[in-house]
């Protein structure tokens, strides 16, 4: 045991890196048969361990819209739900009623343009009349001022002279047609007396006669009046007649002003029909309010997935985002905190080896997205790594992401060489003399059989590779 305590008290007085410095030792009685492998350097990827958790591509955690009670919860955790799947149904008599009282505020705003537009075209139609037969009575009214003038003209001007010579022709005219029915007539009267005509002849010459008699007189008067002229009593009864035309003409014309301006009513009811159907769309818009309040009642899955958490059970109050469940979907990710430094060494698509604790093995990911926006503290970016599909696998699982970021020089041996005694690990080199002698070293990761080692050992040094159970410091080994 001496030989033994001297190595390892040689080997607490050097430094990292340094070989233990060999101290001579009696051989045992008869070397062993061992196998020696040589210390080699090669070059091996150097790897930063960026640690994370698992989660969900998809996360929603699902809320109430609205105030009601909870009347049924059809899912538990761990249920899968596909998309549109019915997960809560809220209590939806209150808003059922409310639908109600929308559609019914739309009926009766649609029967209110109805109304709106019936007053419309009477008032339109009554409007037009108005103006028509306004319209008509002014034109009549110019007509009429127009005829009181023309014989006012007249008769200011009085009688002109052919006017006269034709009055004192139809004198003569007349008077001579007197005597010739005075002739006749008395001819007549004879003949009957005779019984030489039938008294009818007498009755028809008598009327000739009278006529006669009335033309002549009629003639007489009117040629007097155009040899006297026109007399004051007309003229004053002219312009009369012309005055009461002209005020008759204004006050067609006011009626007309007064038709035109009732027709203003016309745009009133045409701007009631408009408010009309704005209320018809202020009512629609309030139903489609009032159903999509309804379609809150039921809670459905947005996309397909896995309930991860229920909160809330039936006759529980739901009020306006209060979380009912949780749920998640789409592949899983280990989303881990990657330095700055690490970013360049890593792409979209481009793939990562990733250890899951729990699942014992390492899996290959690919890295699916980079977030853009670091945390300025710890000057982090979050990376997100695709994970292969695995029942093992589950959100919130702790996992390890190696990413490569370079190549060193690092010395390998044999996995079989090394032995780990009380948190120390040792190996045998063999010296020159073919003695096997022990030394403490720092090692690294194994991988595929071979074991890193960070410090105690320099290339091309000899150790024992098999065999180092029958071998003791500072023994002679034999190698076959």
Known sequence: MK?????????????????IPEISAPPSASPVRVEIGEVRSVERPQIYEAVGSVRARL??????????????VEVREGDAV???????????????????????????????VDNAKTARDMEAKTSAARIAQAEAAVQQSRAAVAAAQSKLDLVL?????????????????????????????DRVTYLVSEDALARKSLDEAQNAYDLALAQRDTAVQAEKIALEGSRAEEVRSAREAVTQAKAAAKQAEANLAQAQASSMQTKVRAEEVRGAMAQVKQSSAAVRSAQVSLAYAVVTAPFQGRVVKRIVDPGA???????????????????????????????????????????????????????PQGDAASHTFLVKLALPQSNAIHSGMFGRARIA????????????????????????????????????????????????????????????????????????????
């Open 405 to 480: 970021t370079g190549e060193n020089a690092a010395v390998e041996i044999p996995e079989t060489a090394v032995w780990e005694r009380e948190g120390i690990h040792y190996v045998f080199v063999v010296n020159r003399d073919g003695l096997a002698r022990l030394r403490m070293v720092t090692v690294g990761d194994t991988t595929d059989g071979r074991t890193q080692v960070l410090s105690g050992l320099a290339p091309h040094e000899r150790i024992v590779t098999a065999g180092r159970d029958r071998v003791t410091d500072g023994q002679k080994v034999i190698v076959p």
């Open 157 to 185: 001007a009085g009688p002109r002279v052919e006017e006269k010579t034709q009055a004192h022709l139809a004198v003569i005219q007349a008077e001579s047609n007197l005597k010739l029915a005075k002739t006749q007539l």
């Open 82 to 112: 596909s998309p549109g799947q019915v997960l809560v149904t809220l209590d939806s008599r209150e808003l059922t009623a409310g639908v109600q009282i929308a559609q019914a505020n739309l009926s009766a705003a649609a029967v209110g």
């Open 3 to 19: 030989p033994l305590f001297l190595a390892v008290l040689g080997l607490s007085l050097i430094g990292c890196g340094s070989q």
């Open 317 to 371: 109050m739901a009020t306006p985002g209060s979380p009912l469940l949780s749920i998640e979907g789409g592949d899983l990710r280990l989303e881990a905190a990657v330095p700055e430094s690490v970013l360049p060494h890593l792409n979209p698509k481009c793939r990562v080896p990733v250890v899951i604790d729990a699942v014992g093995k390492q899996l290959q990911a690919t890295v699916a997205e980079i977030v």
């Open 59 to 72: 996360n929603a955690t699902l809320s109430s819209k609205v105030m009601a009670r909870v009347s049924s």
